[in-house]
């Protein structure tokens, strides 16, 4: 089946950079994202990479994903405070029109100033 | 951008009454959404897919009579939490997409249930 893991928390200090790593299990998958979600919030797409890339950089965010080992990493480049937040990781099928995404557990990021 | 709203942000019910939660996409006709149900620091589970005009799909476990959809237009779809428990609360999250475009999602919606 389909599962998606991830670390569950992370702590770094501010102006250091943070990787925030993600396995996941459907060998199918076109599209992986990465979602912030802030406490009593929705989620806000932070970034998204293609199945046939293997890096992705967006100013303070690279995504590197290992397509064979099916490992997928979000790297914050000097992390600020205000980055503190669940990250979660998404895998999206291949099923068509209604492609679900699958996400992963989430990850705890806590940016010390 | 794509903005998906979503009302009430939060409610308070008695045990026994129906909830619903709207979800509307503000900018964009969306041809699909999503109803997730988070539960404390956890993960998003999906629980059911809808396309508008038609009936919704279910995911495994997700009982239809207990969360009624309603996707009336491309903007709008109802999530309808029937005789609610408290173990039904939840914060509750839909998303809205255009095809095989990104999700977008809603700011969610808190239901705590008495």
């Known amino acids: 089946g389909e599962d998606v893991e991830q670390s569950l928390f992370l702590s770094v200090r501010e102006g250091d950079s943070s990787v925030i790593n993600c396995t996941y299990t459907?060998?199918?998958?076109?599209?992986l994202y990465w979602y912030k979600q802030e406490p009593g919030a929705g989620l806000q797409l932070l970034t998204y990479?293609?199945?046939?890339?293997d890096m992705k950089q967006d100013q303070r965010l690279t995504v590197l994903l290992n397509k064979k080992d099916k490992h997928l990493s979000l790297r914050i480049a000097d992390t600020q405070t205000g980055d503190s937040a669940i990250y979660f990781c998404a895998e999206e099928g291949n099923g068509g029109a209604t492609n679900k995404l699958i996400f992963g557990t989430g990850t705890l990021l806590a940016v010390q100033p | 951008g794509a903005v998906v709203s979503q009302h009430p942000s939060r409610v308070i019910c008695k045990s026994g009454t129906s909830v619903k939660i709207e979800c509307r996409s503000l900018d964009f006709q969306a041809t699909t959404m999503f109803w997730y149900r988070q539960f404390p620091k956890q993960s998003l589970m999906l629980m059911a897919t809808?396309?508008?005009?038609?009936?919704?799909?279910?995911e495994q476990g997700v009982e239809k009579d207990k969360f009624l959809i309603n996707h009336a237009s491309l903007t709008l779809s109802t999530l309808t939490v029937t005789s609610a428990h408290p173990e039904d609360s939840s914060f509750y999250i839909c998303s809205a997409r255009v095809l095989q475009e990104t999700q977008y999602f809603g700011p969610g919606t808190r239901l705590l249930v008495l």
């Open positions: 990479i293609f199945s046939n890339m």
């Open positions: 809808s396309n508008e005009g038609s009936k919704a799909t279910y």
């Open positions: 459907d060998s199918s998958s076109t599209y």
